[in-house]
């Protein structure tokens, strides 16, 4: 082979003399030949992917560039340069004069050219093709291509230049110019194959994405992030700043993909769950099949036989949980995203191969340190070789994490996206499963979790292969004594995986409290204003409390385990170590330790430690993310909505069909309806009514087709509009919500305002028809929110409306306004079909038809007249309403005023965003079952969450927005530094004394590491001492081990000691910011609570708290410990090899820069991204809290198109702030790699006084400062974002203070012993800056009295309330009670005092005990005693439990008539002298109203009674009216009187219908 090369050169090939020198040098035919071959083979390897593009049938064209033109003629140039050597040595050998005798040139001078010729043709078809490539903006191939030829030059570059010198002249002159043209050609090239040539039609998207226009190198070193971090270092960044996403990082291409695999993989999996049942099913069983195949043959219709299947599969497999499709999400991910998965596979083999050859480098540095016979200059290309291993290791290991995060990243929105859409089909059987919280948990909590699991999830096969790889190397260099070592790591992962079971117990432990504590708080935060109302806040926030308390416990005991853990871990090492060399230098007296097997094993060790590490992680991080995935595979797999329960088929006649239709909520459940059958002709307008609970709202349901269909046919004839019970607003403008995606007519939309009388409201709303409805429609009154749910469906110009009792949470007079010009015959709507569940009378006479609905069962059909005639359920019907208004068939009962009507819409909360309330069906579902259950069961845990703004808070909004600020104040979001107060305050809530003695004892720690490494270098200098091995005394021995070992257990010990005391203070910490937190929020005025949000308080309990608990004392603990890592290494290179000296100072400057550009731009992208996720999950929770809106009006696609772009949105936050940890990684590890460089050449420079133990401790030190570098700005950035949430909570522990609970002045013990009321100019309101609400009171109200308060809406009825209890402070005047001024004596003492039966009757969840006497003052014959009274006795001594029935989230187990008996029990319970009864208008059935009249009637003739009214007749037997009007007292008399003064009061009774002759009865 040799000599064949000889001849092809002409020279020889290979000599060893050739290196053997001091001055080395290659030969000329290696630099010939394989210097030549090895770019080339590279590019014709790469050449056909490339040239693929230029065969494409339709190429993109990008026009011609000056960079492009400069390529083409620079390879011109050099392809010309490549024929003028061929011309040369052509014309060497046959030039006419020479003498044919002479030697011809050379094989290679005539290849070689040639070679190079083809090539620069194809650099320019390659240049070509990258042009024709879309979006390509340069070719990476090309780029590594002129690098490695350049590289390969220089070899030839300085032979040539060494003879020039040496011999005194150029022998070949031409040939020696060629070179170096071509050289100069070649570098022009590469510095031009590095620059990016962005056509011009991307120079835009460019701009907004510069990813999308970085070059290789930049993409590389993730350069083209450079702007983003400048940007954020001069200023916070703002989500105007975010770059646009790649077209396939967008959540319409990802969700797509997914969509399509997962659809696949799903439909398999069914087929599966088919097989596995069909088989699992013989015997005993077969009888149920039959019977279900009987009823199948029963109903022939194909739809309902894939119900009846479906059903029966459902009740066979009851018992046991796996009903649904399994193992199929993960196989979808995996081929979703198989290419960054195996592009990622090749960067991490890559990188972990690498990883093994610093080790060997540094065996090879050491032993060159001791051997001084080496060349000087193998010691510096040894330097040169770790530097570019290191260099590589860091480029192919920031490419791998780029792509594992980008994958998660990719999944989580994968998994969002196909959730949401779910959502939007669920069943109604699949919804019961779970409620609002933990579906938006599995878009939030669980998309979370595989987002984390597969950001690591190659480590499952690296791991092992780094494992298996160190054990290789150790065996190498300690033979078999590594087996001492190993067999102490393999006892370390029993003893962890042992420690951590237990901490997930205890984790589980915390997990249950920390749900019970905010369940509780949500409810608090929900019923505030009760709380208030009632002074109860002790008695929560005792409770609340009581379970911090066990948090708290099992948080310390978490913590003392996590120590040991801590222990055994930071022991392993030194004990490996130990064990090992122990073994070694025992088991023969030829082993010797020297500094080659010393360091190289301690390297190697190190790798091992990682692998080791992580595996138990991954493998219990692997476990909850199973959790997870059956989650998601029960949500994702399970049933849809029957999207065919409602034909649409326009050949039938009439509008509506219902042919002989059974429904019910579930296919398990009951029939709600049975047989009904309806036809409703086109443009009919027909009422349903029927008694509470008789199936109104089911029946509009089933038209929907929300119900299971178990038998029978709904058809409608064209588009539906549907007006919910309770009115669905999203958090959009006014004008949004109205429009519901449709485009704007101007004129149509003024019209339907006009119409549903929402033009006056617009004039108090600050921005008009813009103004920004808060979540669940906040600001807006109940009468508003339900005109403006009016008005959507009246401008939705549908075929058919769907109008489920949309009258009843609006004044009377307002109700009258709505039906006579919207719904009525003379009506917006009067030419379309009309159905109208409603309970006023008064409108019957006017519609075409009356549907009376019994029990579920239609009973009657018929006009108005017809039915009155017939005496059947109707007129029954029709007499217990009329019943109340004696003699008048007025719209009394209708008159429910503006208050919400809380009858049943629970509001979900959950801890990660402000979740919304649930959708009617799932209410009526829960209302339904909780019905029946608390019969049956007595006991029901629901999980609704609720929360109600009651009548005063409407009002309240609707006034407080005139002034035209917004109501909720935007999130403050912090900018900028983290202030250093608050590290401060978090040391101080710690305690002094533990944070001192914390970081004193981890810094003996890290001395006792240092020293421990020092003694080895020692160690391993006696093999130097003791050439020999006969020589070396057994007690030195012995000693060095000792040593050895002792230094190693101490450092354990100290971390151990250091751990207990950091988790002793942490739980300090944690309990006196909860504790100031909570007592905080409890004492903050009602205004609070009304402009921020719920979720934003339950933030702080819930998110903040727990960063605090869990995430600062983790990120406080590994800064300390990565900032004394630092110092360390730096100081023990500094030791070995004191020049390093001189370079600190500048890679510290360089550290510091690059630390604070990262930490700033990292920073605010953290919390833009958390400030962009909660939309998310609020859209999210909307959504599904609105679904029968959306699905009823068809408005599915524009609602995934919204979910979309919120999703995107927060991507464009998350990918940067994934760039932005490469980008400072990248930074790092350069930085670290230039130390590595640094000590190795230091090291070679000075090796003639260097031991070889300190170069080995000194290199090994730099080897693995990278990663401390990197931990340490990721600890610092860490910390600061994790140190926000003391900020957080801190900002909340210094609101603003309502008055004291109790002062100094103490009322007496029987305050108020008479119940005398008096205002005296009394002035109110809100906020400081806005009007007055009540403008100057005065006014006596004797003992005893009846007073009825009347007015219209935002008259400041409820704000009287308020201001007796002092929710809201005075502005001027005061009000005396029995001649004590209320302003004077503690909240608590006034509050106390005085009973109000609210308006919307709110329950907490506990016993019904607790709910009527929290503090337990009262006996349980007394509460017996009251239950009596409000007719509760026997409902509650029918309950299993008794008075220890648990009543659920917001008291959805019982029927809102006994809740509201409840409010008045715990009235009676009070026995105050004062009662404020702010009159409930939600739909109460009329006896339960009857029932608490009379028994206010009998039971407080002796108190003092203020009733705000809403229905006029309730207060005609009041001793005096007042009434009020834009906050003045207008008329204050008795009502006879007032009726025939004919003013205020006189315009309002007439309004309601009561004027007759009957007043003068009174």
Same mark, same amino acid.
């Given at each position: ?97 020479? !003498? ?75 040939? +020696? ?43 590389? /070193? ?48 069914? @087929? ?36 009846? =299947? ?99 990243? =990719? ?20 919804? #019961? ?118 948090? &708290? ?36 007296? !030829? ?5 080659? =097997? ?19 992680? &991954? ?22 909505? $029957? ?73 409608? #004839? ?46 108090? &709303? ?10 669940? *429609?906040?600001? &807006? ?121 809380? $009858? ?56 407080? %927005? ?93 971390? +151990? ?51 605090? $608990? ?22 023990? @290179? ?121 170069? *080995? ?45 109790? /002062? ?76 004590? $001024? ?23 969840? *506990? ?63 009070? =026995? ?31 108190? /003092? ?11 005609? !037997? ?8 834009? *906050? ?28 007759? %002759? ?5």
């Amino acid at each position: 082979m040799s000599a064949a090369l000889d001849e092809y050169c002409g020279s020889i090939f290979w000599n060893a003399s050739f290196l053997d020198r001091p001055d080395p040098d290659l030969p000329v035919c290696v630099e010939r030949t394989v210097l030549v071959w090895v770019p080339l083979a590279f590019l014709w390897l790469l050449a056909p992917w490339h040239l693929a593009t230029l065969f494409k049938k339709k190429p993109f064209k990008a026009p011609f560039s000056k960079l492009y033109i400069c390529k083409q003629v620079l390879a011109g140039l050099l392809f010309l340069t490549a024929v003028a050597a061929l011309a040369l040595t052509l014309g060497e050998d046959y030039r006419p004069s020479s !003498d044919s005798s002479a030697p011809k040139s050379p094989v290679v001078l005539y290849v070689n050219p040639v070679l190079f010729a083809v090539s620069w043709l194809l650099v320019m078809l390659l240049q070509e093709a990258v042009r024709r490539r879309e979006k390509a903006v340069d070719s990476g191939s090309l780029f590594l291509f002129w690098l490695l030829q350049v590289v390969c030059e220089i070899f030839a570059f300085q032979t040539l230049l060494r003879q020039a010198l040496t011999e005194e002249g150029i022998s070949d002159l031409p040939r +020696f110019c060629l070179f170096y043209i071509t050289f100069g050609l070649q570098l022009v090239a590469l510095v031009s194959s590095a620059i990016a040539d962005v056509p011009p039609d991307l120079k835009e998207a460019v701009r907004r994405n510069p990813e999308a226009g970085a070059a290789f190198v930049s993409r590389i /070193t993730f350069n083209w992030f450079n702007r983003m971090v400048i940007n954020g270092y001069k200023r916070p960044l703002v989500q105007e700043d975010m770059w646009d996403l790649n077209e396939k990082d967008s959540t319409s291409h990802i969700s797509q993909e997914f969509e399509e695999i997962m659809n696949q993989e799903l439909r398999k999996a069914r @087929i599966r769950l088919q097989r596995k049942k069909s088989k699992s099913k013989p015997g005993p069983d077969q009888n149920g099949l039959a019977k279900g195949i009987s009823q199948d043959v029963l109903v022939m219709e194909d739809t309902r036989e894939k119900a009846e =299947k479906k059903k029966k599969k459902k009740k066979e497999k009851k018992p046991d949980e796996s009903n649904y499709p399994k193992s199929w999400l993960v196989p979808s991910i995996l081929k979703t995203f198989k290419w960054i998965l195996i592009e990622s596979a090749i960067f991490k083999l890559l990188q972990d191969l690498l990883a093994f050859a610093s080790p060997q480098l540094l065996k090879v540095m050491i032993s060159f340190t001791q051997d001084k016979s080496i060349y000087v200059w193998q010691g510096y290309i040894y330097a040169v070789l770790l530097m570019i291993v290191t260099f590589l290791q860091s480029v192919f290991l920031q490419q791998y994490f780029h792509r594992c995060f980008v994958l998660g990243m =990719k999944v989580r929105t994968a998994i969002m996206a196909a959730v949401y859409k779910k959502a939007l089909v669920v069943s109604n059987d699949a919804r #019961k499963e779970s409620t609002v919280g933990e579906t938006v948990n599995l878009m939030s909590a669980d998309a979370q979790r595989f987002n984390d699991v597969t950001n690591f999830i190659h480590l499952l096969w690296s791991c092992p292969l780094q494992i298996i790889l160190s054990i290789v190397f150790l065996w190498i260099e300690l033979g078999p004594s590594v087996l001492a070592g190993l067999l102490v790591m393999v006892l370390m992962v029993p003893i962890n995986g042992l420690l951590a079971t237990k901490s997930k117990t205890f984790q589980m432990k915390n997990m249950k409290l920390k749900d019970k504590r905010m369940k509780i708080m949500n409810e608090i935060l929900n019923g505030i204003k009760i709380l208030k109302l009632y002074a109860w806040e002790p008695s929560f926030e005792a409770q609340v409390q009581g379970i911090r308390d066990q948090e &708290l416990k099992v948080m310390k005991k978490f913590a003392y385990l996590s120590a040991v853990a801590t222990f055994i871990f930071a022991c392993a090492p030194a004990l490996v170590s130990l064990a090992t060399f122990a073994v070694f230098v025992s088991v023969g007296t !030829d082993n010797i330790l020297d500094a080659e =097997k010393a360091f190289t094993s301690i390297s190697l060790f190190n790798i091992l430690r990682f692998p080791l590490a992580m595996l138990p992680m &991954l493998i219990s991080s692997m476990v909850q993310t199973i959790v997870s995935k059956k989650r998601l595979e029960k949500f994702l797999g399970g049933e849809d909505l $029957d999207m065919m329960a409602v034909q649409h088929d326009s050949s039938f006649r009439t509008a509506v069909t219902v042919s002989n239709g059974s429904f019910a909520w579930g296919s398990e459940a009951e029939p709600v309806l049975r047989n009904v059958s309806l036809d409703i002709a086109p443009g009919h307008l027909v009422a349903v009514v029927g008694a509470v609970g008789s199936g109104k709202s089911s029946l509009i349901s089933a038209l929907l087709g929300e119900m299971h269909n178990h038998s029978g046919s709904i058809n409608i #004839k064209g588009s539906v509009a549907y007006v919910p019970q309770q009115a669905w607003i999203q958090n959009a403008t006014l004008k949004d919500n109205i429009l519901f995606g449709s485009d704007l007519d101007e004129d149509k939309f003024q019209r339907v305002l006009k119409v549903c009388a929402l033009e006056q409201d617009l004039e108090l &709303l600050p921005g008009g028809v813009l103004t920004e409805i808060g979540e669940k *429609g906040i600001n &807006l009154s109940g009468g508003q929110k339900q005109r403006v749910s009016l008005a959507r469906a009246a401008y939705s110009s549908a075929d058919i409306y769907l109008l489920d009792d949309p009258l009843s949470a609006v004044d009377s007079h307002v109700g009258k306004h709505l039906f006579e010009r919207v719904i009525g015959p003379k009506g917006l709507l009067k030419d379309k079909t009309r159905i109208l569940v409603t309970h006023g009378i008064n409108f019957l006479p006017y519609v075409d038809e009356i549907v009376v609905l019994v029990d579920g069962v239609v009973s009657e059909v018929g006009s108005y007249s017809s039915l009155r005639a017939s005496r059947g359920a109707f007129s029954e019907f029709l007499d217990t309403y009329a019943k109340e208004a004696s003699n008048k068939s007025d719209d009394s009962k209708e008159s429910a005023s503006d208050a919400e009507q809380m $009858d049943v819409v629970p509001e979900g909360e959950d801890p990660q965003a402000d979740s919304p309330p649930e959708d009617v069906v799932s209410v009526t579902l829960k209302r339904e079952n909780s019905l029946r259950h608390s019969q049956r069961h007595g006991k029901r845990n629901g999980s609704i969450k609720v929360r109600r703004n009651s009548s005063a808070r409407s009002k309240k909004d609707s006034e407080v %927005t005139k002034k035209g600020q917004r109501l909720i104040e935007k999130e403050a979001m912090e900018t900028g530094k983290v202030k250093f107060s608050v590290y401060m305050q978090y040391l101080r809530s710690m305690g002094w004394g533990y944070a001192t003695t914390f970081v004193a004892v981890y810094f003996i720690q890290n001395v006792a590491f240092v020293g421990q490494n020092v003694w080895l270098s020692e160690w391993t200098n006696d093999a130097v001492r003791y050439p020999n091995e006969s020589t070396y005394p057994a007690h030195i021995r012995d000693m060095r081990i000792g040593v050895f070992g002792a230094l190693g257990i101490a450092q354990g010990f100290l971390v +151990f000691v250091g751990t207990l005391l950091l988790a002793d203070g942490a739980i300090c910490a944690s309990r006196t910011l909860h504790t100031r937190l909570l007592s905080n929020i409890l004492r903050a005025p009602m205004l609070f609570f009304d402009t921020t949000p719920s979720g934003r308080v339950v933030n702080r309990f819930a998110k903040d708290i727990f960063t605090v $608990d869990e995430m600062i004392p983790m990120s406080f603990r590994s800064w300390v410990l990565c900032l004394l890592g630092v110092l360390g290494t730096l100081f023990v @290179i500094c030791l070995a090899t004191p020049l390093f000296t001189a370079i600190i100072v500048p890679l510290a400057v360089i550290y510091y820069f690059v630390q604070r550009f990262y930490v700033a731009t990292s920073r605010q992208l953290r919390r833009l991204d958390s400030v962009s996720r909660s939309p998310i999950y609020s859209h999210f929770g909307e959504t599904v809290a609105g679904l029968s809106v959306i699905r009823a009006y068809g408005h599915q696609e524009r609602f995934l198109e919204r979910n979309k772009v919120t999703i995107d949105n927060n991507l464009m936050s998350v990918y940067p702030w994934i760039v932005s940890n490469r980008w400072l990684a990248m930074r790092l590890e350069s930085l670290g790699n230039l130390m590595v460089f640094f000590s190795a050449l230091f090291a070679v420079i000075s090796r003639d006084t260097l031991d070889s133990g300190l170069v *080995g401790l000194s290199i090994s030190y730099a080897l693995n400062v990278t990663q401390t570098l990197n931990w340490f700005v990721r600890m610092t950035s860490e910390l600061e974002t994790n140190i926000v949430a003391v900020e957080r909570v801190s900002e909340y522990t210094e609101i603003k203070n309502e008055a004291a609970w109790t /002062t100094d002045k103490r009322p007496p013990d029987d305050w108020p012993s008479e119940g005398k009321v008096h205002f005296e100019d009394y002035k109110v309101r809100y906020r400081p800056e806005l009007e007055l609400v009540l403008h100057g009171i005065t006014c006596d109200i004797e003992s005893t009295e009846k007073i009825g308060i009347v007015g219209r809406t935002g008259a400041g009825k409820s704000s009287l309330t308020n201001c007796l209890f002092r929710i809201i402070e005075a502005a001027d005047g005061q009000i005396l009670i029995d001649g004590v $001024d209320v302003a004077n004596i503690g909240l608590h003492d006034l509050r106390s005092r005085l009973t109000i039966i609210p308006q919307d009757p709110v329950l907490f969840s *506990g016993t019904l005990r607790m709910n009527l006497d929290p503090f337990e003052k009262f006996s349980d014959e007394d509460i017996w005693k009251v239950l009596e009274l409000a007719h509760l006795k026997d409902f509650v001594g029918g309950l299993a439990a008794g008075l220890q029935h648990e009543v659920a989230e917001g008291g959805e187990n019982l029927s809102v008539g006994q809740r509201q008996l409840l409010c008045l029990a715990r009235a009676l319970l009070r =026995k105050s002298r004062i009662l404020i009864l702010d009159e409930a208008t939600a739909a109460v059935d009329l006896e339960t109203d009857n029932l608490i009249q009379t028994t206010i009637r009998q039971e407080f003739t002796h108190c /003092t009674v203020l009733t705000i009214a809403h229905r006029i007749n309730t207060i005609l !037997d009041s001793s005096r009216v007042m009434v009020l009007d834009a *906050g003045k007292i207008v008329e204050f008399d008795s009502p006879g009187a007032l009726l025939q003064k004919q003013g205020h009061f006189f315009a309002l009774a007439k309004e309601a219908g009561v004027i007759s %002759t009957e007043y003068t009865a009174l």
